[in-house]
């Protein structure tokens, strides 16, 4: 069945410093990818979102490319700051239905 | 704005009970859908609902049933609850199955079997 694969389960870096989450897809039908932050206690909220005739997509410090032949889509933040703590999930959308990768907890040490 | 209200926010059942996880949209969406959230396993669809009067079987659909009771309430039922049902129940809603926006999600109910 459909699958999306996220990876690394658990990031640490240093205030300032880079983050990269990388997600892969199953689905050669799926045309949308959402990125979701999820904060302790709360429900996700999507941060930022491609389309599949898109390559890249930039919103200030986060961004986010795909590679649709390779079906595989990245998120990227950059400058990170103690608030980007969180768990993040890449998200897969088909005809119907979204389906989310595993989730990344995201730890940005002061 | 609500956007995505679940009720209740927390529940614990005995092993057998049975309960009914309420979710209202107040955005006009066609689609809705009820996710679990397990450590290690992300977010896991358990049925969805692409618009009023459909219901469909996700990933993990066993011990579960659905309602649309119209388009902007979609429950979830527990007939007989077991440990394994454990979980954080989360209901989203997305403008409709043929767009590609992004779907809404409410604040969670977290369930405890015992």
């Known amino acids: 069945g459909e699958n999306v694969e996220q990876h690394p389960s658990t990031l640490s870096v240093q205030e300032g410093d880079s983050a990269v989450i990388k997600c892969t897809y199953s689905?050669?039908?799926?045309?949308?990818f959402p990125w979701y932050k999820q904060e302790l206690g709360k429900g996700p909220q999507l941060i930022i979102d491609?389309?599949?005739?898109?390559g890249e997509k930039k919103d200030q410090r986060i961004a986010v490319t795909l590679n649709k032949t390779a079906k595989h889509f990245s998120l990227h933040i950059t400058e990170t700051q103690p608030e980007d703590s969180a768990v993040y999930f890449c998200?897969?959308?088909?005809?119907?239905?979204?389906?989310f990768g595993t989730g990344t907890r995201l730890k940005v040490l002061a | 704005n609500a956007g995505v209200t679940q009720t209740p926010k927390f529940q614990v059942l005995k092993t057998g009970q049975s309960m009914t996880l309420q979710c209202a949209q107040d955005?006009?969406?066609?689609?809705m859908y009820w996710y679990r959230q397990d450590p290690g396993m992300g977010l896991r669809l358990i049925y969805y609902?692409?618009?009023?009067?459909?219901?469909d079987k996700g990933e993990v659909p066993n011990g579960y049933n659905v309602s649309r009771l119209n388009k902007r309430e979609f429950s979830l039922r527990l007939e007989s609850a077991a440990p394994s049902q454990t979980s954080v129940y989360f209901c989203?809603?997305?403008?409709?199955?043929?767009?590609?926006?992004?779907?809404?999600f409410g604040q969670g109910t977290r369930l405890t079997v015992v």
């Open positions: 989203a809603s997305s403008e409709w199955w043929g767009e590609d926006t992004e779907a809404f």
């Open positions: 689905d050669s039908a799926s045309n949308y």
């Open positions: 491609i389309r599949s005739n898109v």
């Open positions: 998200a897969a959308k088909g005809t119907y239905k979204y389906i």
């Open positions: 955005m006009n969406h066609n689609s």
């Open positions: 609902s692409a618009s009023e009067g459909t219901t």
